[in-house]
């Protein structure tokens, strides 16, 4: 089992920066891979972003490709999701998500989900 808790998220204007955190409770986070999606209002949940539970694997939306970073810190059980150059687009609710095994961009294979932060990016 493992629980997720997003926090960092918040307005901000276009070109600026957000962190997002996700803290995981379970002593097996190590094992997971760990996604990022999102989902604006009246739109289908989408990827954005995914690390490998070894860590040194990462996987980007090309929509946030250059812009965000994902990272993780295993022996705080925790993901991060560093986004710059924010823009109006980027506007949703953001998920964090686990999944034992390997990484995916599909949200349904996801066993986990944090319950979620919300992301503005004002023009």
């Known amino acids: 089992q493992v629980q997720l808790v997003e926090s960092g998220g918040g307005l901000v204007q276009a070109g600026g920066s957000l962190r997002l955190s996700c803290a995981a409770s379970?002593?097996?986070?190590?094992?997971?891979?760990m996604g990022w999606f999102r989902q604006a209002p009246g739109k289908e949940r989408e990827f954005v972003a995914a690390i490998s539970w070894i860590g040194g694997n990462t996987y980007y939306a090309d929509s946030v490709k250059g812009r965000f970073t994902i990272s993780r810190d295993n022996a705080k059980n925790t993901v991060y999701l560093q986004m710059n150059s924010l823009k109006p687009e980027d506007t949703a609710v953001y998920y964090c998500?686990?999944?034992?095994?390997?990484?995916?961009?599909?949200?349904?294979?996801?066993?986990?989900w944090g319950q979620g932060t919300q992301v503005t990016v004002s023009s």
């Open positions: 998500a686990a999944r034992a095994g390997t990484w995916s961009n599909q949200w349904f294979q996801y066993a986990y």
């Open positions: 379970g002593r097996t986070f190590s094992s997971y891979a």
